[in-house]
């Protein structure tokens, strides 16, 4: 009975079965946790004042920090919450460190008249266990968040510290400044201040912080919960045998048995002759070569920032800042892979209708449509992080969010560009649905 279920589930008809019950599981897992993702978004207060009711910053002040923090490319130099570039600092991880040091000194000095690098041990523990009340007794709430006099000073410290970093940079940090205004720099810090809350401070009714203890900070006895590792182990230990297991299934039920019937694979595709649409596309190569060209000769670019951040190659990074570079680095990857994938589609849609596109003029209309889009996309990067579109950076600068820094009109443009390509392939393969080649080629 039992091997007569295997058997059945082990057919063409139960594999395909299988594969749609797991996909359909998944989903809506899937649908599940991101429904229930928003119940674990950490507030955003009105206010963020000092417990003697000073205001140190407002709603205002968190979110316009984060379009600066966006506009200027910062996630492209250093990371947010772990997320980023690894060239600079985790913002959130060092605001926070630099807090807990310097509620180290405060306790020290205000319990035992010294700085907490001339401690003893006991008294540094001591002052730690004063340093994770103060910590703890932050409650992240949507009305207000009051920080104890002593975190207050620790944030003003913190926000001075990045006011100049960001406006007057550091060269040793490769970091060069002079395009952050100072009014700009505050609010980037207000904004980073909030991630450090999210960081540090703990989910009511729970033992971990708003973002799972990460990043981590040892100096307030924070680490990793157990469960993350658990969990991360368990998906990495399940995901190559689970994968191997779903090949080896394929190969030994659903492909094999082609090979014992015996079918013949196709011939592989000739192109013998061009149509004129397909002669047209010859326009996009140099456009995908020149694109992924420029991509690695920028990757290189960087590879040298990393390796000696003080330094210039070939042209100074003041004109070619290592986060502008990072942005155009990437994004000249996701205009050319998707160029390329345009062109291929449109290469091989005639052949499978066996007829030219409708109107093969659409193609160069396309090219044109993409080299607009690309080269406005990659120019308002540029001028988006250099400051150069403070009113307009969201539409047509820099969007600022790692991999989708495209200006949000430059993004639109190449939607709509992969619908019109859409139509354009779908339109001519539509009628070829019961040709012969179809088969040759799918
Ligand atoms: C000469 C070849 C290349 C060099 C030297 C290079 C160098 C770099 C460097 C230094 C970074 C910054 C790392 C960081 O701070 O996060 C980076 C990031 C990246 N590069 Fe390249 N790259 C090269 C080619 C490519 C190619 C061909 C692609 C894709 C088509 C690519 C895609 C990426 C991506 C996606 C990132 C972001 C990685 C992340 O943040 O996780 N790179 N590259």
Redesign the pocket.
């Known amino acids: 009975m039992l091997s007569r279920a295997l058997e059945g589930f082990m057919s063409r008809k139960g594999l395909y079965g299988a594969f749609w019950i797991i996909g359909i599981f998944m989903v809506t897992v899937l649908i599940y946790f991101t429904a229930n993702l928003a119940k674990e978004v950490p507030p955003l207060p009105q206010i963020v004042k000092s417990q003697s009711g000073e205001l140190l910053y407002t709603y205002d002040d968190i979110v316009k920090g984060k379009g600066d923090f966006q506009q200027f490319g910062l996630m492209?130099y250093g990371s947010m919450l772990g997320m980023?570039?690894?060239?600079g600092p985790d913002f959130t991880t060092e605001f926070m460190h630099k807090r807990a040091e310097f509620l180290y000194d405060f306790f020290g000095v205000k319990h035992y008249g010294k700085p907490s690098a001339e401690l003893s041990a006991a008294e540094r523990g001591a002052v730690k266990e004063l340093t994770k009340a103060d910590f703890n007794a932050v409650v992240m709430s949507e009305e207000q968040i009051v920080y104890s006099d002593a975190s207050a000073l620790a944030y003003k410290a913190n926000r001075d510290y990045l006011i100049k970093f960001l406006v007057e940079g550091d060269h040793e940090r490769a970091w060069r400044g002079g395009v952050i205004k100072p009014e700009e720099a505050s609010r980037i810090a207000a904004f980073v201040d909030w991630s450090q809350m999210v960081a540090s401070s703990k989910r009511p009714g729970t033992d971990r912080t708003w973002s799972n203890n990460w990043p981590k900070e040892p100096m307030i006895d924070q680490d990793v919960t157990w469960a993350s590792h658990n969990i991360t182990l368990w998906e990495w230990l399940l995901l190559w045998p689970a994968t191997i297991l779903v090949i080896y299934l394929a190969y030994e039920y659903l492909i094999k048995e082609n090979d014992d019937s015996k079918e013949k694979l196709e011939e592989p595709l000739k192109i013998t002759s061009i149509f004129p649409s397909q002669e047209k596309l010859l326009k996009y190569v140099p456009i995908v070569a020149l694109f992924?060209l420029l991509?690695?000769?920028?990757?290189?670019?960087?590879?040298h920032?990393?390796a000696d951040p003080t330094d210039h190659f070939l042209i100074s990074q003041d004109i070619l800042p290592?986060n502008v570079v990072?942005q155009l680095?990437?994004n000249l990857?996701i205009v050319?892979?998707a160029v390329g994938w345009l062109v291929g589609g449109l290469l091989i849609a005639p052949i499978v209708a066996g007829k030219d596109l409708r109107f093969p003029r659409l193609v160069d209309v396309l090219w044109v449509a993409l080299l607009i889009v690309g080269g406005g996309g990659l120019i308002g990067i540029y001028l988006g992080s250099m400051g150069y579109l403070r009113e307009t950076w969201f539409w047509f600068g820099s969007e600022g969010r790692?991999?989708l820094e495209l200006g949000r009109v430059w993004d639109i443009g190449l939607l709509v560009g992969l619908v019109f390509w859409f139509g354009m392939v779908y339109s001519t393969i539509r009628k070829a649905k019961n040709d012969v080649l179809v088969g040759t080629i799918i």
């Open positions: 492209d980023g570039a690894y060239l992924s991509q690695l000769i920028l990757g290189g670019y960087l590879a920032i990393y290592f990072r680095h990437l990857a050319w892979v790692e991999f």
